[in-house]
């Protein structure tokens, strides 16, 4: 892409590539993806930034700089396929609209440059002749456990084999009450219910009961696994907050508390 900027306070100026299909995960953002090819801020005409926005990394859960400097004239980047049909999507925000203050205005506004316009001189895509290498993703590790929850004593269970929310009232182990606990990267896991075969998900970012209703993992399927001591371990689901037995394990798990005790305290028992 060749274009030419426009600069002043308010501004921000960029070029993204925006999904076409919403086929991952659980088809919200950002698990189907977001390339930021470049965004100009606008306050500062010398600062141009990119990002990649994906189920793994986003800020809705980290950010990490690279810490790198763009010392070039010219920029070039090779993506895609130009036998994809081309997509486009214009997003408007008007002045007085929920994103006018965002990070692109919060530095003031120049009402005094308008109006503005970004030139594009040139939009190319160019097909790569050759396959690219395959790259097998690392081995998870998995164990079989059981979840006993501290708030009650008693054993996770994935009821009605698994189409109803996790709750704590079992005294024993069986089907229902068995998981996979799948080693993802460091401290990050995911749970695979054996009552269905299937993912336990934090529904609706967090915000709704855990369930084991999920075929692959996304964000929503990834919890975090805090060591307490004595074997006992929180789980931190995608909205940052610690899994609870609520009302002495009598209610339905949720992510829904920002500190831990005894409700949002488990013991892994190997099965």
């Known amino acids: 892409t060749k274009a030419k900027l426009p600069s002043g306070r308010g501004l921000w100026p960029a070029i993204w590539m925006l999904p076409q299909a919403q086929s991952y995960g659980n088809a919200y953002w950002p698990d189907n993806g977001e390339i ?19 189920a793994a990394f986003n800020h809705m859960k ?13 920029l070039e980047m090779f993506v895609g396929d130009d036998n994809n049909p081309f ?80 709750i704590a009232n079992r005294d024993t182990v069986s089907g229902w009450e068995t998981f ?20 336990v998900c934090a529904e609706n970012s967090g915000d709704g009961p855990l369930i084991a209703n999920r075929s692959q993992v996304s964000s929503w399927e990834t919890f975090t696994l805090v060591n307490r001591g004595d074997g006992k371990v929180a789980l ?11 009302n002495f394990g009598n209610s339905e798990l949720v992510a829904n508390r920002t500190s ?3 409700w949002e305290t488990f013991d892994l028992v190997p099965q």
């Not at 590790?141 to 059981?146: A, D």
Request: some cysteine; hydrophobic content about 30%; aromatic content about 8%.
């Open 36 to 54: 930021d090819l470049m965004e100009q801020v606008g306050f500062d005409p010398n600062r141009i930034v990119s990002s990649v926005h994906t």
């Open 62 to 74: 980290n950010s990490q700089p690279t810490n790198g400097v763009q010392t070039s004239d010219k």
């Open 87 to 166: 997509f486009q999507r214009v997003l408007t925000w008007e002045r007085n609209g929920q994103n006018w203050e965002g990070w692109g205005g919060q530095k003031r506004i120049d009402e005094g440059i308008f109006p503005k316009t970004m030139e594009i001189e040139w939009i190319r895509f160019y097909q790569c002749t050759s396959k690219a290498p395959v790259i097998d993703p690392p081995h998870s590790t998995t164990r079989v456990i059981g979840i006993r929850s501290s708030a009650n004593g008693k054993f996770i269970c994935a009821e009605n084999g698994g189409n109803g929310p996790l």
């Open 180 to 199: 996979d606990l799948i080693i993802l990267d460091g401290n990050n896991v995911a749970l695979k219910s054996h009552a269905n075969g299937k993912y």
């Open 236 to 246: 931190v689901a995608v909205n940052g907050k610690y899994v609870c037995a609520d």
């Open 260 to 262: 831990v005790d005894s």
